[in-house]
């Protein structure tokens, strides 16, 4: 038998909709996370399954009982709930805390029971609190006040736990630590999981099925690598991301930096003159701050071609080690003709690469912009008669621009 | 030390009754005089228990059901609507008429203004704690305002007795009137000690309460009920006496901790206690004048309260 079922729910809060027409079931021993942007209506599927919030179409089941008709001390036999974040303005200990797990399953005004102290033992030796129960819970660390709160959930010795984004508020290690807590509890005690979560990667690694949600429906249901589909996602969180499945491994989401258009400013073409990896830096920022960028001649195997590479720059080539060809050149030249402006990098100039001080010449001669790396431009000239230098001078001369860093050029782009 | 608590209740309850204007002397019970003056000083001491029980009784609920440590007795506007029943009932000269028409006026009028608070904070079928909040602190200075207009309007002697009443005394005449509050105070106290274990829950907030199996609805509205009635019952008997709710349940919990189960006993037989004990000191301190008790409590109560507030040890800890 299934554990939960959602049955064509609606639900909604005032008017407006959070779930629309949701059919889900989940297995007994399964651990699910339901995923999705804010306001995805994650959460108030918990609260539909809590019957907190009542559906306005469709049933919701726990153990194949409708929640709407289970009595609330047998519904709180039946499933926990962990809320994103606990707290109670009264001094409890840990101890006291996690005895509230008990609150209807013991007497009232009784002291709790042998039966309730062996539950408040057990889920106090699962999460790692025996030492601290005698502690006030307000004192506790963040990632040792959500393990009370799952300690608590414990205690009510359900078959089902809900957990409202378990690991939002705590740092890395705390977030494994909690997750790995789950998965032993979901293992040993075969404890039926199901927790919202932001974090699409941890879901992956851990939960044995994902639920996507996007404005209140449900979108995909499967296994991680069934579900993180790089497309899907683009859809559903409106960002760019990268979705790296390994065989033997979960499958990895990375949403990629969007490359944010330059400010203040309309994007521009830039063609960079580099090499020997004195462009990779600036290939990158001018790639991120939306500039269309070109770059070459550059040899096959050059870290700036490797880089350009990666950034999906395009780059006139020439044959890896050799001196920059005529081929190579005229491709460069097609490349930096269609730029506004020209950018001459950090380069050491030797007789293989003095033809980039050609292209320079010429875009400055047509009156494109040119920008030339003045730092440490003495040392840099390494062709057979000290060529290079002086008609580096003679750009800077005939109104090229100095720059020393990347910034410099990324401003003089903006005011151009 | 719950045990403790309950151990000096007979010593406080014993030393109070010895205690009289004239300093430490037990009345001969076989003169009418002395028979006389023991019924008055019972009287007043029951009172005094049972007032001062009530009082904190409350306010540990409602500081509980209100998640909020300032909460108190007087907060969702009883003390006002209290206030202004009694003014009337004395305006109008009905006090003179009947013992019971005082104690009365004062509880309907209570009652009635947190029947309208909770209907004001009610709101799409929920009550919010901000709503009671709000709604209470308006209608209580409504309610100060009307007050004020009959004070200002009253004769002299309605004067005197009005302001009297709003200072808090525990000496009243109507054995039936300290019967029916003390038994409306203990039901009261039943119910909600009952429901102590919800209390806790619902500390957590109302969705965690619901998850453990508790209906937070059930559980505010007949905790407000409750609360409101022993204040209500306990403004009938004596008048306003401030800081008993406010400052024994902050007390209590530094000593037998915030469970509801332990704290709201506990807090009965301490607001009892001090209350009696505050009375012993109004009666004597300066006799043979008489200072009315609600002055004795917040002397001793407010300094008490500060210290409380700077060492946080009452673990309030929002």
Not at chain 1, 168 to 180: F, G, S, T
Request: charged share 15%; glycine share 10%; proline share 4%.
């Amino acid at each position: 038998m299934n554990a939960i079922e959602l049955q064509h729910i609606s639900a909604a809060y005032r008017e407006s909709d959070v779930l629309r027409d949701v059919t889900l079931a989940v297995a007994e021993g399964e651990w699910l996370a339901l995923l999705g942007p804010n306001g995805a209506g994650k959460s108030t599927v918990l609260r539909v399954i809590t019957g907190l919030l009542p559906a306005r179409a469709g049933v919701a089941l726990l153990g194949g009982r409708d929640v709407r008709a289970i009595r609330g001390a047998e519904r709180a036999r039946l499933v926990a709930v962990v809320p994103q974040e606990l707290s109670t303005p009264l001094p409890f200990t840990v101890g006291e805390l996690v005895t509230l797990g008990r609150s209807s399953a013991h007497g009232r005004l009784a002291r709790p029971g042998a039966a309730d102290r062996r539950a408040i033992e057990r889920a106090l030796a699962y999460t790692d609190l025996l030492e601290l129960r005698e502690r006030p819970f307000a004192e506790l660390s963040g990632g040792e006040k959500q393990r009370a709160a799952i300690a608590l959930a414990l205690a009510q010795e359900t078959r089902i736990l809900l957990l409202d984004e378990p690991t939002a508020h705590l740092d890395l290690n705390h977030q494994w630590e909690i997750l790995q807590l789950l998965d032993r509890l979901n293992r040993e005690c075969s404890l039926t999981i199901v927790m919202t979560s932001h974090d699409l990667n941890l879901a992956a690694e851990f939960c044995s099925r994902l639920a996507l949600f996007d404005h209140g429906a449900l979108v995909a249901l499967g296994t991680p690598a069934e579900v993180l589909r790089e497309e899907r996602l683009r859809e559903v969180y409106h960002c760019d991301v990268r979705v790296r499945h390994e065989s033997g491994r979960a499958p990895e989401v990375r949403p990629e930096r969007r490359p944010q258009p330059a400010a203040g400013g309309r994007a521009k073409k830039v063609h960079v003159l580099s090499g020997g990896g004195s462009g990779a830096e600036l290939l990158r920022l001018l790639v991120l701050t939306g500039h269309h960028t070109s770059c070459g001649p550059l040899n096959m195997g050059d870290s700036d071609a490797q880089a350009a590479a990666a950034l999906e720059v395009r780059a006139a080539l020439e044959k890896p080690f050799s001196p920059l060809g005529a081929g190579a050149l005229d491709a460069a030249r097609q490349l930096a003709a269609a730029a506004e402006a020209l950018v001459l990098a950090e380069v050491p100039f030797g007789s293989g690469n003095v033809a980039l001080l050609a292209l320079a010449e010429e875009a400055l001669a047509r009156g494109a912009r040119v920008l030339v790396n003045t730092r440490n431009l003495e040392q840099r000239d390494f062709t057979p008669q000290r060529v290079a230098l002086p008609r580096l001078k003679a750009l800077l001369e005939r109104g090229a621009r100095a720059w020393q860093h990347a910034d410099e050029v990324l401003q003089a782009l903006e005011k151009s | 030390m719950f045990w403790l608590l309950v151990a000096l209740v007979p010593l406080v309850l014993g030393g109070a009754l010895l205690l009289g204007g004239a300093g430490a002397l037990w009345p001969d019970p076989r003169t009418e005089l002395g028979r006389a003056i023991l019924q008055l000083r019972l009287y007043r001491v029951l009172c005094g228990f049972v007032v001062g029980a009530g009082l904190a009784v409350s306010g540990a609920v409602l500081q509980a059901l209100l998640r909020n440590p300032l909460a108190e007795p007087y907060v969702l506007g009883v003390s006002s609507g209290a206030g202004l029943g009694a003014a009337l009932v004395i305006t109008f000269g009905f006090a003179a008429r009947s013992a019971l028409a005082l104690p009365a006026g004062a509880f309907l009028f209570a009652l009635t203004t947190l029947a309208l608070v909770y209907a004001l904070a009610r709101q799409h079928g929920r009550t919010s704690i901000y709503g009671l909040l709000l709604s209470g602190v308006i209608l209580s200075s409504i309610a100060s305002s009307l007050l004020l207009l009959l004070l200002a309007l009253a004769s002299t002697e309605g004067l005197h007795g009005i302001t009297w009443w709003l200072l808090g005394n525990l000496q009243g005449d109507s054995t039936a009137a300290l019967a029916l509050g003390s038994t409306l105070i203990a039901v009261a106290f039943l119910v909600v000690w009952w429901l102590a274990r919800d209390l806790d829950a619902l500390t957590l907030g109302p969705e965690m309460a619901h998850h453990l199996g508790i209906s937070p609805a059930l559980v505010t509205v007949l905790g407000l009920g409750c609360a409101t009635l022993m204040t209500a019952a306990a403004v009938a008997l004596s008048g306003l006496i401030g800081f008993v709710g406010l400052i024994v349940p902050h007390a209590l919990r530094a000593l037998v901790g915030p469970g509801h189960r332990r704290l709201l006993p506990a807090s009965a037989l301490a607001g009892g206690c001090f209350l009696v004990v505050c009375d012993a000191v109004a009666r004597t301190a300066f006799a043979p004048v008489e200072v009315p008790v609600g002055v004795i409590t917040a002397l001793l109560g407010g300094p008490f309260f500060l210290w409380l507030l700077r060492r946080r040890a009452a673990g309030w800890m929002e």
